[in-house]
């Protein structure tokens, strides 16, 4: 008799482990492969955007061929919009230009791109630590004895 029922046990337990999955279970691995397969890829580890508390205003008066200086004045927002605010010293103390828009980081994680500027208005920084650096239009920093004036510092 105990033959029997340890024999039924064994053949039971074969029987379910060799079983296809439910409908629900197939399901489930169907759809955990389909969100696999659409969800966009961010940055993996660290970088500025996912390590720095990045948000807020940087400001620095950046050097002017034509001017005393351009003030200008960087707001990034954690919901991806921004306010550019310029101020040209020297010229017309009332040309002040405010941009706001959007900005999209690029695939490192590291520069944000502000969508939407108009003219000959800065468009992409380098996010550092408590900073960000003002980009040539191709995306590199500037170099030079005035580099230093090209970091816009967090207020």
Known sequence: MKKSIFLLFAFAAIQL???????????A????????????????????????????????????ASCEGIETWVTLNQDGTFQLKTNYLGL????????????KWDDTGSMVQLEGLIGD??????????????????????????????ILKKQ
């Not at 759809?31 to 620095?60: C, K, M, R, V």
């Not at 017309?92 to 900005?103: L, M, Q």
Request: proline content about 6%; aromatic content about 8%; charged content about 25%.
């Open 92 to 103: 017309n103390d009332a040309r002040e230009e405010i941009f706001t828009g959007t900005f």
């Open 121 to 150: 208005a800065p468009g992409k920084y380098k996010v550092g630590e408590n900073q960000i650096w003002h980009l040539d239009r191709d995306g590199n920093r500037i170099e030079g004895n005035l580099a230093d004036r090209y």
């Open 29 to 64: 691995i169907e759809s955990t492969s389909e969100t696999t397969e659409t969800s966009p890829t961010l940055p993996t580890g660290d970088n500025s955007q996912t390590s720095l508390d990045w948000a807020g205003t940087y400001f620095n008066v950046l050097p002017c």
């Open 17 to 27: 482990s060799c079983s296809r999955p439910s409908e629900s279970q197939s399901e």
